[in-house]
């Protein structure tokens, strides 16, 4: 089993609605959680942070369950600039390397 | 933040040729990674390089296919060595102050 794993997807979505994926982590002692947004053929870049309270930045939500060990990535509202690879990383505890997953796919159409 | 200026952006290259990129910080942090990423894939940790000491690598990689400078505390070079069509892939190099990755623009490299 992969230590991060994520629905490759694609994932399509009508300009204006609400998309929701989540990943699963295999280590419960994993401390940190992140979501990443990597466009075609460009580097990643931190899209939200991830806290046990849930947080919120605009349309896009993140959610931590510790208990069935997932993260979650709400965007509402969809914008064709949604379109992109989204990629959850986890850190198992300070100093430690960080574990990507595959990256969820997710296509925005008019 | 940081800010990181990696080169070159893309390259095609023969097998059997070695191929070094460079990636310049614009502060000093004292571990600096590098990733590789497979086409459709994620990303990959190849090994995380310190200044002064030699680079950690991960499992499935090794020194002499990835040797790894770190002269300083702002500046890292990854070379690939001796490339087959199987090193095609993207490089990236990235710092992570306060566990949040930052990344260079990534080297497209493909071995012909």
């Known amino acids: 089993r992969k230590e991060v794993e994520q629905d490759p997807g694609p994932f399509n979505v009508p300009e204006g609605a609400t998309v929701a994926f989540n990943c699963t982590y295999s280590?419960?002692?994993?401390?940190?959680f992140f979501w990443y947004r990597q466009d075609c053929r460009k580097e990643p870049k931190l899209l939200m942070s991830?806290?046990?309270s849930g947080n919120e930045d605009g349309r896009f939500t993140a959610q931590l369950n510790r208990a069935s060990q997932y993260i979650s990535l709400l965007i509402r509202d969809s914008k064709l600039s949604d379109s992109a690879t989204y990629l959850c990383v986890v850190i198992k505890a300070a100093g430690n390397k960080l574990t990507f997953g595959g990256g969820t796919r997710v296509l925005v159409k008019p | 933040s940081a800010v990181i200026s990696q080169k070159p952006s893309r390259d095609i290259c023969q097998r059997g040729t070695s191929l070094t990129i460079q990636c310049q910080v614009d502060s000093q942090v004292t571990m600096m990674f590098w990733y590789r990423q497979q086409p459709g894939q994620s990303l990959t940790l190849i090994a995380t390089a310190n200044q002064g000491s030699e680079a950690t690598y991960e499992s499935g990689f090794v020194i002499d296919k990835f040797p790894i400078s770190r002269p300083n505390l702002t500046f890292s070079t990854l070379t690939v060595s001796n490339m087959s069509p199987e090193d095609s892939s993207i490089y990236l190099c990235s710092v992570e102050p306060s566990a949040r990755a930052f990344f260079g623009q990534g080297t497209r490299l493909t071995v012909v």
């Open positions: 991830v806290y046990s």
């Open positions: 280590n419960s002692a994993s401390q940190s």
